[in-house]
């Protein structure tokens, strides 16, 4: 496999520029907190003369940034294929640890896929209808942990050997049966290999459900 996926198109926006004038200007910490209604006249003229130099860039350098293409290769070999879940975790993995140290959101998570102390409803109640809850962003937190988590055992291929302890003595004895001569496997005298059978299928169950969320949440993994 071999992958190249270069930057998007460069767009030269004003957007920021108008955010931390209004933030300053009305001591907030964004911008965007300050409702039209607000704006004084200084504010109308410096956001007006904010949008026309908007207006040039978009006539100029951004007419360029858009004639160009973002550059993207991507060749696939056959034994890219042998394992496809195994070769897709070494790009999805290391892409969501970056989606995490980056976030600048989150999404709404479903109340069903998260422990109960993350839960809408363990948080405080709202002073308004349209707000976010105190468990929103943790509620994401907890399913890219849980989606980096599941990727990471499937990158680790010793990763089932901590349910087996003790030794293998295994032996093959020859056995009969319906007349056919046949081998069969036996557990020699010093043989005391254990297998966590419990413990194996609850790890199980939790990557199962790392790679449930990140089918559900696939269209979320935004910055």
């Known amino acids: 496999m071999k992958v190249y996926i270069g930057p998007y198109k460069d767009h030269w926006s004003t957007y920021d520029l108008e955010q931390s004038y209004l933030a300053k200007m009305h001591k907030v910490e964004y911008g965007w907190q300050v409702e039209e ?25 951004n007419k360029f940034f858009a004639w160009k293409n973002r550059k993207i290769k991507v060749r696939i070999d056959d034994y890219d294929v042998w394992s496809a879940d195994h070769t897709l975790a070494y790009i999805i993995h290391p892409i969501l640890v970056k989606l995490k140290e980056n976030k600048h959101g989150s999404p709404l998570v479903d109340d069903e896929d998260v422990p109960d102390h993350l839960k809408s409803t363990a948080a405080p109640p ?11 962003h943790d509620r994401w937190g907890w399913v890219l942990d849980e989606m980096i988590w599941a990727f990471s055992q499937i990158l680790d291929d010793d990763a089932d050997s901590q349910f087996h302890t003790g030794k293998t003595d295994i032996k093959w004895e020859q056995t009969e049966i319906n007349g056919k ?15 966590d059978r419990e413990g194996y299928e609850k790890w199980n169950d939790r990557i199962s459900n790392g790679l449930r969320l990140f ?7 935004w910055d």
Do not use: C, S
């Open 126 to 136: 709202k002073e308004n209808e349209y707000d976010t809850d105190d468990n929103h």
């Open 37 to 61: 209604e607000k704006y004084t006249n200084l504010d109308k003229t410096v956001i007006w003369l904010i949008d026309k130099w908007q207006d040039v860039l978009n006539l100029t350098i």
């Open 181 to 195: 001569k046949m081998f069969e496997m036996v557990h020699g005298p010093n043989d005391t290999h254990q297998f």
């Open 215 to 221: 089918g559900k949440y696939y269209r979320a993994l």
